[in-house]
């Protein structure tokens, strides 16, 4: 069974940057295209990024140029580099390896002032 651990939230200023972490263990990593979602106060859960086994990434949109995610297969992470960050990119942030169902705890990160 995979377990995701993720880690790095807090609360940051506008403009500010964070590093999300994914520790993630019970499958085989490297094999497995990697994604990052989020999920905001009443909103439904939504992709943000995603890292393949040979490192191909694809954004939306609404992070592309300020978020950055990567992957160390000899620690079994993926990351979140997130710049700039804006009001908007408050929520919890979740980590999930594309085709399966479960889900880490996910680590809240807070944009104010």
């Known amino acids: 069974q995979v377990q995701l651990v993720e880690s790095g939230g807090g609360l940051v200023q506008p403009g500010g940057s964070l590093r999300l972490s994914c520790a993630v263990s019970?499958?085989?990593?490297?094999?497995?295209?990697m994604t990052w979602y989020r999920q905001a106060p009443g909103k439904q859960r939504e992709w943000v990024a995603s890292?393949?086994?040979?490192?191909?990434?694809n954004y939306a949109d609404s992070v592309k140029g300020r978020f950055t995610i990567s992957r160390d297969n000899a620690k079994n992470t993926v990351y979140l580099q997130m710049n700039g960050l804006k009001p908007e990119d408050t929520a919890v942030y979740f980590c999930?390896?594309?085709?399966?169902?479960?889900w880490g705890q996910g680590t809240q990160v807070t944009v104010s002032s």
């Open positions: 890292i393949t086994s040979l490192r191909n990434t």
């Open positions: 999930r390896p594309v085709g399966f169902v479960s």
């Open positions: 019970g499958t085989i990593f490297s094999a497995y295209t």
